[in-house]
């Protein structure tokens, strides 16, 4: 993957930072300027329900709900309390096919490791260990991806803090990851040239 950078602008008022990469790709310019680059948020409602993605980013119905509200206060807050390495990246690449802003990234040992902020709790497995939902891990996995094609290094993981009960969960870029993101983003592709609306959905969680 070739990857051209551009750098972060300098701190102002505003704290925030922008990243963004575009990739050259061997395939013809038509097909590049019609592909529709996918927010990874729009990934995390795709796991979430499948006919909302489809509602949302095709027909481009969008009903916010008190819990969208709730989420948004909660970056805001988090933003004026400030704390370690609260800043906005915004990521983009043509190649992946992808884009998203990051809520924060901190650097441990060398290496950088994006973080995602959520409102609620988190999910709990087998003997009640914490673990991400389905969606909230593939956002943050596709985060990291998008990381090590800015970066040109590897990425480790991802991590999600729960707010409401106070955990933070450990997401692996592992292989299996990698393709999970892939076949996220080929879904989400999928669906996107569909003329018909995915069922509704079976999620108990709705």
Same mark, same amino acid.
């Given at each position: 993957l070739k990857v051209a950078s551009r750098p972060p602008p300098s701190h102002g008022a505003d704290s925030r930072k922008a990243l963004h990469s575009s990739a050259t790709m061997n395939t013809p310019s038509s097909t590049i300027q019609h592909q529709?680059?996918?927010?990874?948020? *729009?990934? #995390?409602?795709?796991? +979430?329900?499948?006919?909302?993605?489809?509602?949302q980013e095709v027909e481009g119905i969008h009903t916010p709900n008190a819990e969208v509200y709730s989420g948004l206060r909660l970056h805001t807050e988090l933003e004026r309390d400030g704390g370690d390495a609260w800043d906005h990246y915004v990521l983009e690449n043509t190649d992946l096919g992808i884009c998203g802003k990051v809520d924060a990234l901190k650097?441990? *040992?060398? #290496?950088?490791?994006? +973080?995602?902020?959520?409102?609620?709790r988190c999910f709990r497995g087998e003997n009640n260990a914490v673990q991400a939902w389905p969606g909230d891990r593939i956002q943050v996995l596709a985060y990291a991806v998008l990381l090590e094609a800015e970066l040109g290094k590897t990425v480790?993981?991802?991590?999600?803090?729960?707010?409401?009960?106070?955990?933070l969960v450990h997401v692996p870029l592992n292989a299996a990851a990698r393709e999970d993101v892939k076949a996220a983003i080929a879904q989400a592709q999928h669906l996107q040239t569909s003329t018909t609306r995915p069922p509704v959905t079976t999620n108990e969680n709705l």
């Open positions: 529709t680059i996918i927010n990874v948020s *729009a990934l #995390q409602a795709l796991f +979430y329900c499948p006919r909302q993605f489809y509602l650097t441990e *040992a060398g #290496q950088i490791i994006p +973080y995602a902020h959520k409102k609620g480790p993981e991802g991590r999600i803090r729960y707010h409401a009960d106070n955990v």
